[in-house]
């Protein structure tokens, strides 16, 4: 055999080394999801940097013709002994951090591995290692190495399995503070609030030195947001929380940037008032002592991730788990369940030509559908094995996630927002052939009644998720939460928590029940009015997802968690739900637009907004032209005005769409024969209506996709008979070639339906804490906790978020 070095020097040219921008795949086999944890370890191609388990690299070399590879290996540190308690587990240590996976934090089980690299040249499988190099010319050395010290640029961005919660940025504010020369000085103890004498969760603001309480929180308890509201008047940002000043720091918040943040003049600007930040001493819980208690006591940790019982792991095909990437349990969970429906496991839903997508899609259903790695992960400390090892679809995430402005990064996130996101990418990636995600849509009627005419209005839009309102104030169990309630007034942190039970059947009542619009303008007597609206379904789907809308916003607007419990049923008709369309002899309303609000010959300027009321909308996160919409429609009349019309039009199909002036046609820039979307025009035909039915749509509604859906399904009538004049092909042409007629590819069936898996949040924000899954296989019900895999003992089905049924066959 050649020498090593020799043959080194032979595929050196081959052997690149990486540029900023490279990709070097080390953790994730581009074929599968081999890993350098798995048998054989991974084979980096040394010129590609793509990564192939041990049964690709062969296929790749013949095919590439590629000699050089680097060679990882990992095998899992024995873990060292530990004061086990009598359940075979270490015991618990309570978190004094909001952290994940932080020294003090919630727990993350972490392993620690040994790795071993070197260079392989095939197809002799001669090996290079570090001590080969070391006696070799620099230029061998500079190549190799420059390939073994680069990042995996996949997952390094998704890398980080710890999430802190404290840490905090420098406040803009902070370095050029104003404050006034008023002489107030306050005592270093004794505090009450200015307006309601309250001695707790106090906060100074240290522009002016007031003394007020802070927020009322989600539960309840807290304050009565007499800080908050001298910030509305004054515009006064810092204020720091008294009782938690030590020579470390405080908690310090800023209110334009609505987040804890970092004071680094704060004893400077606490000496402005007269308090010795040196001598202060810690009398109240911080804001993170808080909410790590607050997620303690909400309870759903234990309850949702069956913490309290032995569970029994499961391995097999179908019951593979996925590994955290850092935050990626919304991941997870949506696509477990996905995997889980017909549609998303048949081959039949693959383009012939492969896509990127549809390629990491198969690559994940096999992964999760074939049982190769759902296997116990060798532990060397237990004979028995242990959890399994599970997939990292890291290139899958990076994937989805690419170009999106949240779901690229590391943050948690919703898993409803997630699921309608991939849905939307199968629905652009699917255009030409079959559709898996049609296995979801559905149609949705809508049905509006002048009450001053009785003449009627239908409308009909696509819709992939049902929202579930959670009516609070028809919980079963008040009596309860009211004694909870004086409880926590009293300061009684013993006391259990009681959570609002509220039925499923008066959730469906909310739901189905009219809803009265004051302000509807009726073509039928040509003024505003009052109307109802009944929403029923035109169509059944195959599988049906309910979200329950446990997130809102409080009377202060800050967001939170209903925390009810709702006997949600395993089996669930919604016949009765059925849309029944134009009743006999109902009139329709007349299809006339309503006058515009301005005389033809008064030129329309732009609106003068208030930009401070828009700014302040925007840092809540919601989209900007839907907060100019707030401001102007209430007259610049301050946020809380905005406010509540943002959150009587958020669902509202324009909601996002660019601002369209009253008695303007089109936005700015936008005119009728301006180019159209061939992305949106493409969308909008492979829901099955033809091009020049699209193009029509899109015009109408200044090229934008959501109100163009919503025009054409209200004008199905009007396309059925409509004569094409604007390039397209006559009336008398299309009927010749038999185009199917409009509507979308919705099915339908029988509105009876099963339970078969849900997904839970523990947490009190969607933006933390975490997901898991339950689904019903085999009459069993298992539980998903990224990968752990185990036979659920009690699936806390009254706790879930999402819900996911599928028609009961007739």
């Excluded at 002489?183 to 007020?212: A, F, H, Y």
């Excluded at 991730?305 to 788990?321: A, I, N, Y």
């Excluded at 998903?784 to 089905?797: H, I, L, R, T």
């Amino acid at each position: 055999m050649a020498d090593v070095g020799e043959v080194l020097m032979s595929v050196l040219s081959t052997i690149r080394v990486p540029k900023p921008g490279d990709r070097v795949h080390k953790d994730e086999c581009a074929l599968s999801f081999a890993s350098p944890e798995s048998e054989g370890g991974l084979y980096v191609c040394m010129n590609s940097f793509l990564g192939f388990g041990s049964k690709y690299v062969d296929r790749h070399h013949a095919r590439s013709g590629q000699r050089a590879y680097l060679h990882i290996t990992r095998t899992l540190k024995a873990k060292e002994d530990d004061n086990n308690s009598g359940s075979g587990h270490p015991p618990k240590k309570k978190p004094t951090r909001l952290a994940i996976g932080i020294e003090g934090g919630f727990d993350l089980e972490l392993e620690q591995y040994e790795e071993d690299v070197k260079v392989v040249i095939l197809p002799d499988g001669q090996e290079v290692t570090s001590e080969d190099l070391a006696n070799m010319p620099d230029v061998v050395k500079e190549r190799n190495t420059g390939v073994q010290a680069s990042t995996d640029s996949v997952s390094h961005t998704l890398q980080v399995q710890q999430w802190d919660g404290e840490v905090r940025q420098e406040s803009r504010y902070a370095a050029d503070l104003k404050q006034l020369d008023n002489g107030v000085k306050i005592p270093p103890s004794g505090w009450r609030c200015e307006v309601c004498d309250l001695q707790e969760n106090l906060w100074m603001n240290l522009t002016d030195g007031k003394v007020l309480c802070g927020r009322r929180y989600f539960d309840g308890s807290g304050g009565n947001n007499h800080a908050l509201l001298h910030f509305q008047e004054t515009g006064y940002p810092l204020a720091v929380k008294l009782g938690t000043i030590t020579p470390d720091g405080a908690d310090v918040y800023s209110y334009n940037e609505d987040d804890m943040v970092l004071d680094s003049k704060l004893p400077e600007h606490l000496a402005h008032f007269g308090i010795n930040m040196m001598t202060m001493e810690k009398t109240e819980q911080t804001m993170t002592e808080l909410e790590i208690a607050v997620n303690q006591r909400v309870g759903e940790w234990e309850v949702i991730q069956e913490s309290g019982t032995t569970l029994r792991p499961l391995f097999g095909p179908g019951l593979t788990g996925m590994k955290n990437l850092g935050n990626s349990c919304y991941l997870n969970s949506v696509m477990q369940v996905l995997f889980t429906i017909p549609d998303f496991q048949s081959r039949s839903y693959l383009p012939v030509m492969m896509t990127i997508f549809a390629f990491h899609r198969a690559k994940l259903g096999y992964g999760l559908l074939s049982g190769e790695y759902s296997k116990p992960a060798p532990d060397p400390g237990d004979e028995n094995g242990r959890d399994q090892m599970g997939i990292a679809p890291r290139m899958f995430k990076a994937l989805v996630g690419r170009g999106h402005p949240e779901f690229s990064t590391n943050r948690q996130q919703d898993a409803q927002e997630f699921l309608l996101h991939f849905i939307n990418m199968v629905e652009r990636n699917c255009r030409s052939g079959p559709n898996p995600s049609e296995a979801f849509r559905f149609l949705v009627e809508e049905r509006i009644v002048c009450q001053q005419s009785q003449k009627a209005k239908y409308t009909q839009r696509v819709d992939y998720i049902v929202q579930l309102p959670v009516p609070m104030d028809q919980a079963t169990n008040t009596e309860e939460l009211q004694e909870a309630e004086r409880r926590r007034e009293e300061g009684d942190t013993s006391a259990s928590t009681v959570r609002a039970q509220i039925p499923f059947t008066v959730c469906m009542a909310a739901l189905s029940e009219p809803e009265v619009l004051p302000d509807f303008w009726s073509s039928a007597v040509q003024a505003k009015t009052t109307a109802t609206k009944t929403t029923r379904f035109a169509s059944f789907p195959d599988h049906l997802v309910i979200q329950i809308k446990k997130f809102t916003f409080g009377l202060d607007w800050v967001p939170k968690k209903l925390d009810v419990s709702i006997d949600v049923p395993d089996i669930l008709d919604l016949s009765a739900l059925r849309a029944t369309g134009q009743q006999p002899g109902e009139e329709l309303l007349p299809e006339v637009a309503p006058p515009p609000l301005m005389t033809p010959d008064v030129e329309v300027k732009a609106p003068v907004l208030d930009d401070s009321t828009v700014s302040q909308l925007c840092e809540m996160g919601f989209p900007s032209e839907a907060c100019r919409k707030a401001v102007y429609y209430t007259g610049n009349t301050g946020i809380d005005a905005a406010m509540n019309w943002v959150m009587a039009h958020m669902d509202d199909p324009d909601f996002s769409a660019p601002f369209v002036l009253p008695g303007c046609s089109s936005g700015p820039g936008t005119t009728p024969t301006e180019s159209l979307s061939e992305e949106h025009l493409a969308t909008i035909v492979s829901m099955g209506f033809s091009r020049d039915q699209a193009t029509k749509a899109l015009r109408a509604t200044s090229n934008i996709l959501d109100r163009a859906v919503d025009w054409i399904f209200s004008h199905l009538d009007d396309l059925e008979s409509m004569d094409v004049s604007e390039g397209g092909r006559s009336a008398a042409e299309s009927e010749g070639g038999r185009d199917p007629p409009p509507g979308p590819r919705v099915r339908d069936g029988a509105g009876k339906y099963e339970l078969f898996a849900f997904i839970s949040h523990m947490g009190t924000s969607t933006m933390c804490g975490h997901y898991v899954c339950h689904i019903k296989k085999d009459q069993q019900w298992v539980i998903f906790n990224d990968q752990k895999v185990c036979a659920s003992e009690k699936p806390p089905k009254d706790l879930g978020y999402l819900y996911f049924y599928r028609r009961v066959p007739e």
